[in-house]
C-alpha cells in the first residue's frame, strides 16, 4: 500500500523456474505445498528478492513467479499479444523518487462459461511491489530489505488462491487477476492497466482489490468502497457472513490503492484490507507475523464475492462520488482547493489531470480529465509543484483563470477556488 497512512528460504525443490529466469539467478520457487497462500508469501518477503522495487531484477523474479502461479491455477495468459506480462513506464511527474525503466503488471484470465457473458469482465487485483531497500517511503530510519509480507505478497498470495478456486467451477461472466507493479511509487501499474487495458473499460464490471488482508486476527476486516454500487452491501455482507467474519463496511471508493484508478475510471469497486500495523513501510514485515488461517478466510470472502457478481442477472448500479480522491492538488490546509486528482505520468509540460472531484471547483469550471493545466491566470504551470504553489498563494472564494490543453488546442475556463 502507498505511503499515507524466515528471512531465508528453506525450500528443498524447485516448483518452476522459467527459463528465461534462471539468467537473473531468482530464487527457487517453494516446492512444499505450493497451492497454500503462505507459501506465495513467504516466497515473495524472502530477503532473496529484496524488497521487489518496480522495475528492478527482483521484480521481474516476482512477476515470473505469480505468471506460473496464475498457469497451474488454469488461467491463461491475458496480457496483449497472447503474454502474462503488460509493460509498465515506471517513471512519474509526481513522485521523483519513483524508479526509472520499465516494470510489469502480471494478467491472466479465466475466460467465463457463459458464452453469453463471458464478454463482461471483473478484475481481481493486488500489487506485488514493495520498497526495495527502503531509499523512499519507508517509515524506519537506517533502511534494510523491506520485504512486505503484508504488504502485499498478503494480497497477492490471496489473489491467487481466489484464482484457484474460482477456475475450479468458472463463474459465467469472465475474470482478470492482476498483479499490480509500481503501486508504492504511486498507482502507476493500475493507471496504466486503465489507460491501456486489454479488454474495454465498459466490460468491466466491477474492480476487487486486495491490499494488506495478512492480519485478519489482530486487525479484522475493513471493506472499502461499499457506497461505489448499491448492490454492495449486501453482497459483501452475505460473504463475510457466510465466513464467519464482521466487517468494517466503508463507503469511500478511493484510497491509496490500486482500486482507485478504477473508480476513477466509473468502475465499481471494493478494497479489502485488514489494517496497517507497527510493521507498515518497516523492515520488520516479515513472513512470521502473518494470519495464515485469515488467508484463506479472506479469499473464501473475496470468491463468494465474486461469484455473486460474476452470475447473470446479477448487476451493480454504479454510483459516483463516493469519497474524496486521494491527493488532490490544493486540499484543505494547503490555500485554496480545485479539487483534481493528477495523473502521475509525465507530460513536456504542465499537470495533466486524472480525474475530478464530484462537486470540487474544477467540475463546477468545466474541467476534464485528460486536461493538462499549463496556466493560473498569467502563471505558467510547468509541473505539479508549480501548481501547488500556486494554488497555495490564492484563497478560497477567489476567481483564477485556467488554461488547458485539451485535446491539444489550449482553452480556458474560470475557476472559483474553495
Not at 72 to 101: C, I
Not at 224 to 244: C, F, K, L, N, P
Not at 275 to 280: C, K, L
Not at 374 to 391: H, K, P, S, V, Y
Request: net charge negative.
Amino acid at each position: 500500500m502507498t505511503r499515507g497512512i524466515q528471512k531465508s528460504l528453506r525450500f528443498v525443490a524447485v516448483l518452476f523456474v522459467p527459463a528465461a529466469t534462471q539468467a537473473q539467478a531468482c530464487p527457487p520457487a517453494v516446492a512444499s505445498e505450493p497451492g497454500e497462500p503462505i507459501a506465495t508469501v513467504r516466497y515473495l518477503s524472502d530477503d532473496a528478492l529484496k524488497g521487489r522495487l518496480a522495475g528492478s531484477a527482483e521484480e521481474r523474479c516476482a512477476a515470473e513467479y505469480i505468471a506460473e502461479r496464475m498457469r497451474a491455477a488454469g488461467l491463461e495468459p491475458g496480457a496483449p499479444g497472447g503474454s502474462w506480462f503488460q509493460d509498465v513506464p515506471l517513471r512519474s511527474a509526481v513522485n521523483p523518487h519513483a524508479p526509472e525503466g520499465t516494470g510489469r503488471n502480471v494478467i491472466g484470465l479465466l475466460r467465463g462459461s457463459d458464452p453469453q457473458h463471458r464478454d463482461e469482465y471483473i478484475v481481481i487485483g493486488a500489487h506485488y511491489d514493495h520498497l526495495g531497500l527502503g531509499e523512499f517511503g519507508s517509515l524506519a530510519p537506517g533502511g534494510g530489505i523491506h520485504n512486505g509480507a503484508d504488504d502485499n505478497a498478503s494480497g497477492t498470495a490471496v489473489l491467487l488462491e481466489t484464482a484457484r478456486r474460482l477456475a475450479g467451477e468458472r463463474p459465467a461472466r469472465s475474470i482478470l487477476f492482476v498483479a499490480f507493479t509500481g503501486e508504492e511509487s504511486g498507482l502507476l501499474g493500475s493507471m496504466h492497466f486503465v489507460e491501456a487495458p486489454p479488454v474495454p473499460l465498459t466490460d468491466m464490471k466491477a474492480m476487487l482489490n486486495l491490499d494488506m488482508v495478512g492480519r485478519l486476527r489482530s486487525g479484522g476486516l475493513i471493506v472499502y468502497g461499499i457506497g461505489t454500487a448499491r448492490e454492495w452491501e449486501a453482497i459483501v455482507a452475505r460473504a463475510t457472513q457466510a465466513a464467519g467474519v464482521k466487517g468494517g463496511l466503508e463507503s469511500d471508493g478511493y484510497g491509496a490503492s490500486d482500486h482507485t484508478s478504477f473508480y476513477l475510471k466509473d468502475i465499481p469497486v471494493l478494497h479489502f484490507f485488514t489494517n496497517v500495523h507497527d510493521e507498515y513501510h518497516r523492515p520488520a514485515d516479515d513472513w512470521e507475523l502473518i494470519d495464515v488461517a485469515g488467508l484463506e478466510t479472506v479469499a473464501t470472502i473475496v470468491t463468494s464475492v465474486a461469484r455473486q457478481i460474476g452470475t447473470p442477472p446479477m448487476a451493480l448500479t454504479l454510483v459516483r462520488g463516493a469519497g474524496r480522491p486521494p491527493a488532490t492538488t490544493g486540499q484543505r490546509g494547503y490555500g485554496a482547493s480545485l479539487g483534481t486528482v493528477p495523473d502521475m505520468r509525465p507530460v513536456d509540460r504542465g499537470v495533466r489531470l486524472q480525474g475530478i472531484r464530484a462537486g470540487s471547483a474544477a467540475e463546477a469550471a468545466g474541467l476534464r480529465a485528460g486536461d493538462i493545466i499549463i496556466r493560473f491566470d498569467d502563471d505558467e504551470i510547468a509541473d505539479l509543484m508549480g501548481m501547488t504553489e500556486a494554488l497555495r498563494k490564492r484563497k478560497p472564494g477567489q476567481s483564477v483563470r485556467i488554461t488547458v490543453l485539451r485535446d491539444g488546442s489550449p482553452v480556458t475556463v474560470t475557476a472559483v477556488l474553495r
